[in-house]
């Protein structure tokens, strides 16, 4: 993540003063590109006037705080490819912030689908049960009784997941 932070108040009076910022940074490299652009302590005027992310659905703040982009970017970049589409999944169909996704994923449950199956809701379905029970002869009579039609069991359980665009993995919601 690159923030370009620029000097508010010579930006109002008509000069684009900035420097490039890489995400996460140690507080000196914050500092520092503070104090390259005319910002200082008594004169904490700035705002960000562009953004580069790969983080996909992420939109930053012209006002944002840096202290707390730095938070999210030291979370982004310890976290694996499907911990990254998960905060994805969530901020997409939640309609959430990134660091809101970022606090929720560990407190939802996910499924791994499996893409050897075309049709999305029995692949749901099939990827579930073999997660949560581990086999259909674990699943008990009420629930085979009720969902013997996998593609019936997938479509219900849509209800309460979103599935990524790719359709590898589905986030219960909350």
């Known amino acids: 993540m690159k923030i370009f932070l620029a000097n508010l108040r010579k930006y109002n009076e008509g000069q684009l003063i900035g420097a490039w910022l890489e ?3 140690k507080d000196s490299e914050i ?3 503070l ?6 302590d008594e004169d904490l005027e700035y705002f960000i006037f562009d953004y580069e992310c ?3 659905g992420t939109f930053i703040k012209k006002y944002s705080d840096i202290d707390e982009l730095n938070y999210i970017a030291e979370e982004l ?3 694996d490819e499907e911990e990254i589409k998960i905060c994805s999944t969530i901020m997409k169909n939640e309609n959430c912030t990134l660091d809101k996704a970022i606090d929720e994923k560990d407190n939802r449950l996910i499924i791994n689908l499996n893409s050897s199956e075309s049709n999305i809701d029995v692949n ?3 990827s579930y049960i073999d997660q949560i029970y581990g086999d259909v002869i674990n699943i008990d009579k009420e629930t085979l009784a009720r969902y013997f039609d996998l593609k019936r069991f997938g479509e219900d359980l849509k ?3 979103n599935i990524d ?6 986030v219960r919601n909350v």
């Open 31 to 33: 500092q520092e590109v």
């Open 159 to 161: 209800e309460n997941f």
């Open 77 to 79: 970049y310890d976290m």
């Open 124 to 126: 749901l379905a099939l």
């Open 35 to 40: 104090r390259n652009i005319d910002v200082t």
């Open 165 to 170: 665009e790719d359709e590898t993995i589905a």
């Open 54 to 56: 790969e983080f996909p």
């Open 23 to 25: 995400l996460p940074a």
